[in-house]
């Protein structure tokens, strides 16, 4: 177990250096752990195999590197990443200035990850709240991915077997889904169930929601408040 432990400032010598880093670890649970102010990644996992990560609170973290993510997993099979906190992720005040911005993530599955069970988490203005590449069969449902600083992206490279459902997405300026292998192009054949999710954006129309599911519900959830935070929803929520 790693558990219940406060870990902030990390990378202020060696912005290198990840919160919590494994490397060939099998059914290990990390919970409860409150991560904030770091460089790099709150948790940097290569080859974790039937784990957990859950409950943990993240902010402040990717503050100076790139193409990496709060919760950064390479090479890993069958983990649960559920009911996370997520909170200023990247460069989130830079308005889009900041080009490392687009691949400063939340989490990030990256090469050879599968079948992962993603759901649960809260990410609160992170541009970037999920990144899948060269990786297949995982589950993403049940998460709220809010931003109220710049464009909302989620972004898939080369993936299959993907399933994306039940999850909110809202922004007050853009949102969109990029795929690098066609882009643009949601109905893919890569995502085999993209049902049931809420995507809002404050811009609409065309340049508001680009590349969106065609069979997403386009409509504001109705979030009791975003400044305090409080994403219960009001009467006549979709």
């Known amino acids: 177990f790693i558990s219940n432990n406060v870990i902030h400032l990390i990378g202020n010598i060696c912005y290198q250096s990840p919160a919590i880093e494994l490397s060939y670890a099998d059914s290990i649970v990390i919970t ?12 940097d996992a290569h080859e974790l195999d039937r784990s957990s990560i859950t409950y943990n609170s993240f902010s ?6 790139r193409d990496h993510g709060a919760i950064y997993i390479t090479h890993s099979t069958n983990d649960i ?11 989130y005040a830079n308005a889009g200035t900041d080009d490392r911005d687009w691949f400063r993530h939340a989490i990030y599955c990256d090469n050879d990850t599968s079948g992962h069970q993603i759901y649960n988490n809260l990410t609160f203005d992170v541009p ?21 600083s710049g464009i909302v992206k989620l972004h898939l490279s080369n993936v299959t077997n993907i399933v994306f459902t039940k999850n909110i997405i809202y922004s007050t300026t853009n949102l969109y889904v990029d795929y690098a292998i066609n882009s643009y192009d949601v109905d893919n054949n890569s995502v085999v169930n993209w049902s049931s999710n809420i995507l809002y954006s404050a811009v609409g ?34």
């Open 81 to 91: 990443i559920a009911g996370n906190l997520f909170q200023h992720i990247g460069g």
């Open 32 to 43: 409860h752990n409150n991560i904030f102010d770091c460089q790099m990644a709150g948790i």
């Open 128 to 148: 970037r709240p999920i990144m899948l590449n060269d990786c297949d069969s995982h589950v993403i449902t049940n998460n709220v991915f809010i931003d109220t």
């Open 205 to 238: 129309g065309y340049f508001g929601l680009t590349g969106i599911p065609t069979n997403a519900v386009r409509s504001d959830p109705k979030f009791v408040s975003l400044s305090p935070l409080n994403p219960s929803f009001e009467a006549g929520s979709p």
């Open 60 to 65: 402040n973290c990717m503050q100076v590197l």
